[in-house]
C-alpha cells in the first residue's frame, strides 16, 4: 500500500504562483511513477503532469506546458508541482497518483495509476 498526502494548495490570483507537493509513505519512493491530475467542477479529471520512477522523464498536458514543473526529492519521499502563471482556468482540486512500476515513459491515463491522494483545492481569481 502507498498512502499520498497533497499539500500547498490554496487561492492565488491570476498570475500568481503555487507550489504543491505530496507526499508518500509505505513502499520505496524510488519506485513509484508519480503523476499529477486536476478535476474541476462537472468536468472529468485530467492529466496535468508526470514523471517516472527515476525522474529522468517527464510530460506535461499542453494547457500547462511552460507553466508547471513537476519534480521529485526521493530522499524527501515527496513529489512537487510548481505552477507558475496560474490561471482562473487553473482552478481545480489537485490529486497526485502513484504506481510502483519502474517504467521509462510517463503515463497519462488515470486508470494505470492505483494509488491517489485525497486533493488539495486551488482556486486562482481573475
Known amino acids: 500500500q502507498v498512502q499520498l498526502v497533497e499539500s500547498g494548495g490554496g487561492l492565488v490570483q491570476a498570475g500568481g504562483s503555487l507550489r504543491l507537493s505530496c507526499a508518500a509513505s509505505?513502499?520505496?519512493?524510488?519506485?513509484?511513477?508519480m503523476g499529477w491530475f486536476r478535476q474541476a467542477p462537472g468536468k472529468e479529471r485530467e492529466f496535468v503532469a508526470g514523471?517516472?520512477?527515476?525522474?529522468?522523464?517527464?510530460s506535461y498536458s499542453d494547457s500547462v506546458k511552460g507553466r508547471f514543473t513537476i519534480s521529485r526529492d526521493n530522499a524527501k519521499n515527496t513529489v512537487y508541482l510548481q505552477m507558475n502563471s496560474l490561471k482562473p482556468e487553473d482552478t481545480a482540486v489537485y490529486h497526485c497518483?502513484?504506481?510502483?512500476?519502474?517504467?521509462?515513459?510517463?503515463?497519462?491515463?488515470?486508470?494505470?495509476?492505483?494509488?491517489w491522494g485525497q486533493g488539495t483545492q486551488v482556486t486562482v481569481s481573475s
Open positions: 514523471t517516472t520512477w527515476s525522474g529522468e522523464s517527464t
Open positions: 497518483a502513484a504506481r510502483t512500476q519502474r517504467i521509462t515513459v510517463v503515463v497519462v491515463s488515470t486508470i494505470w495509476y492505483n494509488y
Open positions: 509505505g513502499r520505496t519512493f524510488s519506485s513509484l511513477a
